[in-house]
């Protein structure tokens, strides 16, 4: 059974850096998929943010793209987020998920994480 | 971007009768080399991450019980629950993955009438 769990600072300031990490278990990132990151402001809708494929190769959406890095670490089996300069619009639950795709469209998204709650706030 | 806009908004049905919910994309998700649709639905209950539900418009994840159901292509799609659950109340979304970004739709929240 795949499960993915986020984890990282709940509370960021504003102009900071917001980092997450998303553990997978019961699955091999290496052995292939997209791994993606999803967050959803408050009592609102799903936005994509970007996607790692197990190569490395790194799809952002472009509405963040200036500011978001997601990086993998296949010997920890995990994969991270990092989104600079961050505002209290970026407040959101974040969640982590898999997904197939191709060439560089993920598709849909069929295991996610838990989600974890990340307040910009000073 | 491909937007995608559900209704209703929301949807009150007594248990054991039919739900539907409907999305429309801005543009047709109908890839042409492969007749598939790129339209996928999930659902959400509170305090949860989303579920898939289904994919390539009409295809139940493995699981999903067959109540649940998916139809539509081009522009126009529905999900429809054919006798309501206690357990499908939820806020359901579609999501369109023809074209980056994929984009989801508002929502629908699903209740017992």
């Known amino acids: 059974q795949v499960q993915l769990q986020e984890s990282g600072p709940g509370l960021v300031k504003p102009s900071e850096t917001l980092s997450l990490t998303c553990a997978v278990s019961?699955?091999?990132?290496?052995?292939?998929?997209?791994w993606g990151w999803i967050r959803q402001p408050p009592g609102k809708g799903l936005e994509w943010i970007g996607s790692?494929?197990?190569?490395?190769?790194?799809y952002y959406n472009p509405s963040l793209k200036s500011r978001v890095t997601i990086s993998v670490d296949t010997s920890k089996n995990q994969f991270s987020l990092k989104l600079s300069s961050v505002t209290a619009a970026d407040t959101a639950v974040y969640y982590c998920?898999?997904?197939?795709?191709?060439?560089?469209?993920?598709?849909?998204?069929?295991?996610w994480g838990q989600g974890t709650l990340v307040t910009v706030s000073s | 971007d491909i937007v995608m806009t559900q209704s209703p908004d929301s949807l009150a049905v007594s248990l054991g009768e039919r739900a539907t919910i409907n999305c429309k994309s801005s543009?047709?998700?109908?890839?042409?080399?492969?007749?598939?649709?790129?339209l996928a639905w999930y659902q959400q209950k509170p305090g949860q991450p989303p579920k898939l539900l289904i994919y390539?418009?009409?295809t139940r994840e493995s699981g999903v019980p067959d109540r649940f159901s998916g139809s539509g292509s081009g522009t126009d799609f529905t999900l429809t629950i054919s006798s309501l659950q206690a357990e499908d109340v939820a806020v359901y979304y579609c999501?369109?993955?023809?074209?980056?970004?994929?984009?989801f739709g508002q929502g629908t929240r699903l209740e017992i009438k």
């Open positions: 998920a898999r997904h197939l795709g191709y060439g560089g469209n993920p598709y849909y998204f069929d295991y």
């Open positions: 019961g699955y091999s990132i290496s052995s292939g998929y997209y």
């Open positions: 790692i494929y197990h190569s490395g190769s790194t």
């Open positions: 543009q047709s998700v109908l890839y042409s080399s492969n007749n598939k649709n790129y």
């Open positions: 390539w418009a009409s």
């Open positions: 999501q369109q993955y023809y074209s980056t970004p994929p984009g």
